[in-house]
């Protein structure tokens, strides 16, 4: 049985269950429970803070866990990073009260600044050359320069609208984050098999993202110009129809580019176009 850590709520607790559920591993939805149980995969789920969730991984009480970057880099554990899972996007930054008149990180110089990540922060001013006193704060940090208890901070930045309601303004981003899937380093040759089956069953739910399936009628005459401007995986289906003029063309396409190559197809005289969502997809 492969145990995984959680974030016991938020938004990357929201982001994790999705992704499994999408994997169609079915897990409780109740929290009050610590250790819940997978009803069709051998998994179960450890629901812990986010902060706690490095250290049992590296320390063995949890073979794997999803934690935010930024928690992982902060608390320096040793354990390995298995994937990178793309979603509860957000950086680091630096913030100032809004109408100081800010010329460069030299700024900080002298300066007190409140945070909840003082490893990630004092990295990063000794690399610049900054003497800063760094104030640790495990509340709400972006309060600090308004009570006079910091002159800057140093958080989480996602819209930013935090920021701005607490009239701060960012000036410096030092490390982007997202959500990543780390490992015990020593897990046994059991778990790492079941650990590869949910990484394949990631990879295709992953693979689906932003993806349409397309089918559409096109006419014969134009078929080597509609295949020219499909980027399809390989290469487009071609199926005949009873009318020997026409076909049908199946293939898949990224929702970035839809509607630019939907617009070529219609003015190839492609019609009856059908565009499916894709759930998974194996490559």
Partial sequence: MLRIAVQSKGRLFDDTMNLLAEADIKISSGRRTLLVQSGNFPLEVLYLRDDDIPQSVASGVADIGVVGENEFIERNEDAEIISRLGFSKCRLSLAIPKDIDYRGVNWFNGKKIATSYP??????????????????????????PGIGLADGIFDIVSSGSTLVSNNLREVEVVMQSEALLIGNKNLSREKRQTLDEMLFRFKAV????????????????????????????????IIPLADEDWC????????????????????????????TPIEKMIL
């Avoid at 490893?119 to 600090?144: C, N, P, W, Y």
């Fill in 206 to 237: 992953k693979d689906a993202e932003d993806k349409k399936y397309v089918r559409m009628n096109a006419p014969k005459a134009h078929l080597q110009e509609i295949i020219s401007v499909l980027p399809g995986l390989k290469s487009p289906t």
């Fill in 119 to 144: 490893h990630i922060l004092k990295t990063f001013l000794d690399k610049q050359g900054i003497s800063a006193e760094i104030h640790v704060i495990t509340g709400s940090v972006e309060i600090s």
């Fill in 248 to 275: 049908s063309v199946h293939t898949v396409l990224d929702q970035k580019r839809f509607w630019e190559i939907i617009g070529k197809l219609k003015e190839l005289g492609a019609q009856g176009i059908l565009v």
